[in-house]
């Protein structure tokens, strides 16, 4: 096993004084944890370089908080994934927020993490991505000079990265809302619980029970370096009835367009069928056949 080094490590009790940190020349060596659940493990050498200095975040509530501000649902950085689950705010608002969040690890993990952590952590894993794609959230980043949004198609650029300066931070997720929307999420790993995925999937439209779908949009994780959307998929439910035709026509334009990876945990034809039964089974549960 390397031998781990322990970081340098500031711990800030006011946003400011962490954004003043972020704003100093070499801010680039500062890593910001905040439930540790990844970093963590980098701070052993054992992935990749361990962090020299770190930044814990976990002490500013400023980034913590879920409120209703409109039509937006606003998520500070540090919300948990046990917050997510009791939230009666997301219990109403948008109860698949609370699913993804039981199924990430285990207890103490929920603990812990955080839908910031998983969102710049950026891995084509994460299983609130998809979620947050489909569902047209946006990033707020602040810095020492002010704040800007950044909109989840265009917050993860390429494998781990994000739209995020090394001066800023994640402030808050904040999700449109709309009362006639729908929204399914679905996730395949090793085991029911505590696995990574191989395949997780978010359907999201609008549109009135027994009416055609419309404003459809359809992520996936763990197939790209990325999280994706599939638009040649979302064009063919648009505008159309959930029925056992569309089923089928949805599921084969999947496949047509997905190009998935092979890795450890899963191969390519793996999850490109079971991409296909997954968007297959989402559409029948809403259709009824």
């Known amino acids: 096993m390397p031998n781990a080094v322990e970081p340098r490590t500031e711990s800030p009790i006011h946003l400011a004084d962490a954004l003043a940190l972020l704003a100093e020349p070499d801010a680039g060596a500062w890593r910001p944890i905040a ?3 990844d970093v963590m493990v ?3 050498g054992e992935i990749g370089e361990p962090p020299e200095r770190l930044v814990d975040l976990w002490g500013l509530d400023e980034l913590r908080g879920i409120e209703v501000d409109g039509d937006v649902l606003s998520i500070g950085a540090l919300t ?3 917050e997510l689950r009791r939230s009666p705010i997301v219990a109403e608002m948008l109860p698949v927020l609370g699913e993804v969040a039981a199924t ?3 207890a103490q993990i929920q603990n812990r993490g955080t839908i910031g952590g998983n969102v710049i952590n ?3 894993a994460g299983d609130t991505l998809p979620v947050l794609l489909a569902l047209d959230a946006e990033m707020l980043l602040v810095s020492a000079s002010g704040e800007r949004t950044v909109a989840a198609s265009e917050f993860w650029p390429a494998y781990r990265q994000t739209a995020r300066r090394h001066d800023e931070l994640l402030r808050a997720v904040r999700i449109p809302l709309a009362s006639d929307r ?10 029911r619980a505590q696995a990574i995925s191989k395949v997780v999937m978010a359907l999201a439209w609008r549109g009135a029970n027994g009416q055609p779908w419309h404003d459809v949009r359809l992520a996936l994780g763990s197939m790209a370096a990325t999280t994706v959307r599939a638009a040649a998929t979302e064009g063919v439910l648009n ?3 959930p029925t056992r035709e569309t089923a089928d026509a949805a599921a084969a334009a999947l496949a047509g367009e997905l190009h998935p990876i092979d890795d450890v945990r899963s191969t390519a034809d793996y999850r490109l069928a079971v991409a296909g039964r997954i968007l297959h089974r989402l559409i029948r549960d809403d259709g009824g056949w």
């Open 35 to 37: 439930g540790g659940t």
């Open 42 to 44: 980098q701070i052993t």
């Open 80 to 82: 948990t994934y046990t």
């Open 104 to 106: 990430i690890g285990a």
């Open 122 to 124: 950026a891995s084509p």
């Open 182 to 191: 729908q929204v399914r999420f679905r996730k395949v790993g090793t085991r």
């Open 239 to 241: 505008v159309a009835l």
